[in-house]
């Protein structure tokens, strides 16, 4: 089979397009025939091995070399023992803890992992749900209607739909990113916008909720911006702030009556299987911005790092 392939940490020139023999499904796995797969931050930083906790499994070499957790596609063989699914359903999923990728024309996965596609979904839409799907549910569990909370680093794919499901729920939402997304950021309800590269969302508030998806910032500057019993949680950014926030951020919390901590989200269709049925009645938009093709991986991966994209970046490894 055709496979995306990196063994060493570095940028998308590390990323070769190769033939590799087909996976074959072990006791508890699938082999899913991979239609489209979204990219994720976690992409990009698994390709660089930054944050440093990118690296764990792998300190030198990356451990698994086909990056694109979040998949789509059809089950084409069966694995010992598997009872969920049975060959030619459409399934979608996230692979992340299994460290098998979608950059690549076959993935094996445990049918735990996966959940059936729901029909109105396109697999590039069902590709775009699972991680981000996951810690938008997580996220916006820990506003209350009528709350105000704020989103950094919104308008990517997990912010874009915490967002929707936030105002749904009645919550007032700032929403943080560049100002080439400020717009999206409006059109997805957000109350009030900020540019990062202008405004110190620290220095803005106070807030409920703060939920920080690229986190930087010191502990002392998140506290000044909750409101009193505020909670703040981090669930991706720099290996510093990660071990501040597990380390002093519950100290700080205990003497100022706040919570600072870190979000860590579950894997599984338990997660996001509620999310993908939102998006499939309509109640929630799941936007694709762009469609690559498997030997455009290098020019995906750029795309979205280069944050111009409004909604999700997939890569279509086949035409359906
Ligand atoms: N805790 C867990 O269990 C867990 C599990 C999976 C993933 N994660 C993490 O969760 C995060 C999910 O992010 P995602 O997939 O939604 O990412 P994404 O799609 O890449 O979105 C991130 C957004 O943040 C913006 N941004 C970058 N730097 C910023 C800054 N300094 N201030 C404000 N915004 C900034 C980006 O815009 P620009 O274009 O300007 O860069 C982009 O719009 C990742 O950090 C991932 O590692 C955590």
């Known amino acids: 089979m055709r496979a995306v ?114 029909a109105r979904l396109s697999f590039a839409e069902a590709s775009a749900i699972p991680q981000a799907g ?32 936030a105002v749904a729920k009645g919550v007032a939402v700032t929403a943080v990113d560049n100002a080439g997304k400020l717009d999206y950021l409006r059109e997805l309800g957000a109350r009030r916008v900020i540019d990062y590269r202008r405004e110190d969302f620290t220095r803005t508030g106070p807030y409920d909720v703060i939920v920080d998806l690229v986190a930087r910032r010191s502990i002392f500057a998140y506290r000044r911006a909750l409101a009193k019993h505020g909670r703040c949680v981090m669930v991706g950014g720099t290996a510093r702030t990660l071990v501040r926030m597990l380390t002093a951020g519950p100290l700080l919390g205990a003497v100022t009556g706040t919570h600072l901590g870190v979000l860590f989200v579950h894997q599984g269709p338990a997660h996001f299987a509620t999310i993908a049925e939102k998006c499939a009645s309509g109640e929630i938009t799941v936007r694709i911005d762009r469609v690559f093709g498997l030997d455009e991986v290098p020019a995906a991966l750029t795309w979205h790092g280069e944050g111009r994209a409004l909604g999700k970046v997939v890569v279509a490894v086949r035409s359906h």
């Open 5 to 118: 392939v990196y063994e060493r940490y570095g940028g998308t020139e590390m990323l070769e397009l190769r033939n590799v023999p087909t996976p074959v499904a072990g006791p508890g796995e699938v082999l899913v025939e991979v239609v489209a797969t979204s990219i994720n931050l976690s992409d990009w930083e698994n390709l660089h091995g930054s944050p440093a906790y990118a690296r764990i499994g792998g300190l030198r070499r990356p451990r698994h070399q086909v990056l694109g957790s979040d998949i789509a596609g059809r089950v084409v063989a069966l694995g010992p023992g598997t009872r969920r699914f049975t060959v030619g359903d459409e399934v979608f999923g996230d692979t992340l803890s299994t460290g098998s990728g979608g950059f690549a024309e076959f993935v094996v996965v445990p049918e735990t992992a996966l959940a059936a596609k729901p």
């Open 134 to 165: 996951a810690i938008a549910e997580r996220a916006v569990a820990l506003a209350e209607p009528g709350s105000r909370m704020l989103l950094n680093g919104a308008g990517g794919g997990s912010g874009s739909l915490a967002i929707q499901l």
